[in-house]
């Protein structure tokens, strides 16, 4: 049984960048697909991206290019998920979750219990 | 097209059946899968791929797909089935192992 722990909540000025961690126990994180979804308040899901097994690196949603950077410390298994140049917009609950890419379909097994992020000057 | 619609809210009596639809034009190439999420928590996967129920899920939740419309329909709803409901898949429009979309969500009401 995978379960995923996250970091705290957090408070952060528009501008600022934020690292989101989840830690991983049950499996290594290297048998693990992690990947990021973000909920705004009374919104509804997001995926930010996520590791590819097929390709072998992570991608990213078009939207968080250039902004979201996704890592793993594999001697930790914890992964990371950092985002910057915060606007309001970013204020959300960020989740991580285990991926599984099968040929016709793809899932998101397991979760951790979320991060709110706020982002206000 | 990238984007996975869904009706904003069904209400469903109680031991009744209701039907959650998810329309999308990546639904033609992937089978979706379907999260229950309650207030305040994280989604729970309830179906995914042709229609498999992780352990733990009741058998009155099913998934089927047509063309570009997946649904998930409970049978003989529960009051603690209540909750918002997400579908999730592929993005046909990304490249081989390309990205992936959420469904705008339904909120259901069991009555």
């Known amino acids: 049984q995978v379960q995923l722990v996250q970091s705290g909540a957090e408070v952060k000025k ?65 992964a990371y998920m950092e985002l910057s140049s915060l606007r309001s917009e970013d204020t959300a609950v960020y989740y991580c979750a285990t991926g599984k890419w099968e040929l016709y379909y793809f899932y998101l097994d397991y979760w951790g219990q979320g991060t709110l992020v706020t982002v206000s000057s | 097209s990238s984007e996975l619609t869904q009706d904003p809210a069904v209400s469903v009596a109680l031991g009744q059946t209701v039907r959650i639809t998810c329309q999308g034009d990546s639904l033609r190439s992937y089978y979706a899968s379907w999260y229950q999420q309650k207030p305040g928590q994280a989604p729970v996967l309830v179906i995914y791929g042709k229609n498999n129920r992780p352990s733990g899920i009741p058998d009155r939740f099913s998934g089927s797909s047509s063309g570009n419309t997946a649904s998930l329909t409970i049978t003989g709803a529960q009051a603690e089935d209540e909750a918002d409901y997400y579908c999730n898949s592929r993005d046909s429009s990304g490249n081989h192992g390309g990205k992936n979309v959420f469904g705008t969500g339904t909120k259901v009401t069991v009555l």
């Open chain 1, 14 to 78: 528009p501008g600022a960048s934020v690292k989101v961690s989840c830690k991983v126990s049950g499996y290594t994180l290297t048998e693990l697909s992690m990947h990021w979804v973000r909920q705004a308040p009374g919104k509804g899901l997001e995926w930010m991206g996520g590791f590819d097994p097929e390709d072998g690196e992570t991608i990213y949603a078009q939207k968080f290019q250039g902004r979201v950077t996704m890592t793993e410390d594999t001697s930790t298994d914890t």
